[in-house]
């Protein structure tokens, strides 16, 4: 049976002490062997909070990252550094690093392997512009984010990588895809997955819905045959919602 993954992405969003305050409020958590809690906090925070899970069943993660280990680039962070202070799984290609920092399939790929080079767990974006869906796009433009993404990768790596399909027209619009919708879209995704691998390790393989995910939609978003998990940005911000967000996978 495959994990569900709840993710809260924060964005750019909290101060230190009100990071740190959620955490010791969602600290008591407890999950089942089959549902994973990450918490994907902004740079600053990343240090202080891996060390407030510690004994918890919080993950923590980071929201980006360069693919290079080291080198001249001012204001990245490298996946050596976020691997040295204990994060566990990686943000990848999020809709808004693609459009307003102009991340493209290329350095997405680029970054997959990098996180797999050092032991994290990368929650690969993918997702179609409302235009896109009108066009009825939308399956052949997944088909190539997720075909650029996963390119290189060893069938182990594959079975390991978590993809969140994320339709932009539904983060933070307070539109949500119908389950029917989200879940279509994600049995293409293993669909093309099994087709790059095989059915074996595209069965394994973690697929999220995110966009406008909240503890109102989450039981039936996770009743679907294909949808494992949420990556939610504005329900996570809250810790009674996060919490209940959870909850709804155990
Ligand atoms: C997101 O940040 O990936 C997201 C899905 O946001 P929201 O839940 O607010 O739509």
């Known amino acids: ?14 101060t230190k002490q009100e990071a740190e305050q959620f955490i010791d409020e969602v600290k008591q958590l407890k999950t ?12 600053p925070y990343l240090s202080s909070l891996v060390n407030k899970v510690k004994q918890t069943d919080v993950k923590i993660a980071a929201q980006t990252m360069h693919f290079e280990q080291s080198g001249a680039f001012t204001g990245e962070v490298s996946p050596v550094m976020l691997a040295d202070i204990g994060v566990s799984h990686v943000i990848i290609g999020h809709s808004e690093r693609r459009e307003y920092y102009h991340e493209t399939n290329e350095t997405v790929n680029k970054k997959v392997h990098a996180a797999f080079s050092h032991h994290l767990t990368p929650i690969v974006c993918v997702g179609e512009t409302l235009a896109q869906r009108e066009a009825n ?5 997944i088909e190539k984010q997720i075909k650029i993404a996963l390119d290189g990768l060893t069938d182990e ?13 539904a983060i933070g619009t307070g539109k949500t895809a119908s389950s029917a919708d989200a879940n279509e879209v994600c049995d293409h995704i293993r669909n093309i997955v099994a087709k790059i691998t095989s059915e074996q390790t595209a069965e394994k393989v973690v697929i999220q819905y995110g966009g406008s995910v909240k503890p109102e939609n989450i039981d039936e978003l996770l009743s679907t045959s294909d949808i494992d998990g949420a990556l939610v940005g504005g329900a996570s911000l809250e810790p009674a919602s996060f919490i209940q967000l959870v909850e709804a996978g155990n």
Do not use: S
């Not at 495959?2 to 909290?14: D, E």
């Not at 594959?158 to 339709?167: G, K, S």
């Open 1 to 14: 049976m495959r994990k569900i993954v709840i993710a809260g992405n924060w964005k750019m969003h909290k």
């Open 32 to 43: 089942n062997e089959r549902v994973e809690a990450v918490i994907c906090a902004p740079f």
């Open 137 to 141: 796009d939308t399956l052949t433009h």
């Open 157 to 169: 790596q594959i079975a390991n990588t978590i993809i969140a399909y994320e339709p932009i027209w």
